[in-house]
């Protein structure tokens, strides 16, 4: 069955930058795509971008197209987010998630276990 | 901020039928599929239906979805103490060129 692993918890500087990364077991993920979805102190969810490795180019929502940049793993099977210029209010739990159907118009179906980002004031 | 409104909340006593409603326009929902999240508190979420009304493997089918218009909902029969968490929908705005989710619905079963 296939899942997702994400790195562990950070803590950053405001003005610095983080990495997440998000690696697959029990499936390759180069006909399917990863998104990162962000969840602000048990807010709503709301997406940051994604990739569909056989596209190649990631997609950016529009709010963070500044500052983030999501990449695929040269096996496909791994993606990483990194957020630049950190501020406070990017403190939250960060998720990687599975395009089921390699685009962004279905669901996405399996899910990271969340990585905790903390940036203090 | 979300260009898809949910109500807050939503109850009901367990095998009561309940809905929550998921309004768009006609660059989100009014053109694209919807999604149904299922999250309980501290954990990840759960593609609970997708392309409007299609239930994953492992989803109950009193899980059911639907969409008018630039309108979705999602029903909930036979409500379950287990179904307690927060739903979210979802979909592609192709104005915004990106995903977005609603604003979220917090169901609690009385």
């Known amino acids: 069955q296939v899942h997702l692993v994400q790195s562990g918890a950070e803590v950053k500087k405001p003005g610095s930058s983080v990495m997440v990364s998000c690696e697959s077991f029990?499936?390759?993920?180069?006909?399917?795509?990863f998104s990162w979805v962000r969840q602000v102190n048990g807010q709503g969810l709301e997406w940051m971008g994604g990739?569909?490795?056989?596209?190649?180019?990631?997609n950016y929502a529009q709010k963070f197209q500044d500052r983030v940049r999501i990449s695929a793993g040269e096996d496909s099977d791994t993606a990483n987010m990194e957020l630049s210029d950190l501020r406070p209010g990017d403190t939250a739990v960060y998720y990687c998630?599975?395009?089921?159907?390699?685009?962004?118009?279905?669901?996405?179906?399996?899910w990271g276990q969340g990585t905790m980002v903390t940036v203090p004031s | 901020q979300s260009v898809l409104t949910q109500p807050p909340s939503a109850s009901g006593t367990p095998g009561q039928r309940i809905t929550i409603s998921c309004s768009g326009s006609?660059?989100?929902?009014?053109?694209?599929?919807v999604n149904w999240y299922q999250q309980v508190p501290g954990t990840a979420p759960k593609l609970l239906m997708d392309?409007?009304?299609q239930r994953p493997s492992g989803v109950p089918d009193r899980f059911s979805g639907s969409k008018s218009g630039t309108s979705a909902s999602l029903a909930i029969r036979g409500l379950q103490s287990e179904d307690e968490a927060d739903y979210y929908c979802?979909?592609?705005?192709?104005?915004?060129?990106?995903?977005?989710f609603g604003t979220g619905t917090k169901v609690t079963v009385l």
């Open positions: 998630a599975r395009e089921s159907k390699g685009n962004f118009y279905y669901g996405m179906d399996v």
């Open positions: 029990g499936g390759t993920f180069s006909v399917y795509g």
């Open positions: 990739i569909i490795p056989v596209f190649g180019t990631p």
């Open positions: 006609s660059s989100n929902i009014g053109s694209n599929i």
């Open positions: 392309s409007d009304n």
């Open positions: 979802s979909t592609w705005d192709d104005r915004l060129n990106g995903r977005v």
